[in-house]
């Protein structure tokens, strides 16, 4: 019965360990891909140099986010993702999912967190 437990927990490990290292093969961005995507799809809004102050930013209501910005700047990946993916609801930031590949959405992330690292959150 314990060995039984311990080859269940042993199996359990692995598999964590086999699923991180996968998710972290696939989940790696192309940061060149990403900086023609952002020109293509993004920068109209969020700016040349991500400081949200693109062409069309001025005519919103809701200002596109300024990378560069504190509350921005120590947001995970993941939650940069989720708003790519799903949009910012009530905002003219929409839903990428639907013409966005999951590579292309990793790209994307690679590229804005390569050009405004990723801060500490200190409050
Ligand atoms: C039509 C203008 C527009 C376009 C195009 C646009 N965004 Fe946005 N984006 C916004 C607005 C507006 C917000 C929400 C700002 C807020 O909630 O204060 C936002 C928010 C975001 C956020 C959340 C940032 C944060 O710190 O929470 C991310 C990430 C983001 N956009 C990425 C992208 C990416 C990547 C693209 C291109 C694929 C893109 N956006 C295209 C307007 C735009």
New binding site residues.
Partial sequence: MKADRLMVLLLCGLMIVASSSVLAETRAGNLKEGQS??QQ??L???GATLDGKGP?AAS?R????D?HKY??RV?GEL??EV??RRG?QL???HE?DTS?TDQQVYD?IAY?RSAVPRLEMKP
């Fill in positions: 995507l952002y799809h993004c109209k809004c969020h069309d919103l809701v200002r596109p986010t990378f509350l921005s947001k939650e940069l708003t790519i910012q905002t003219a930031m990428w966005l994307l804005i």
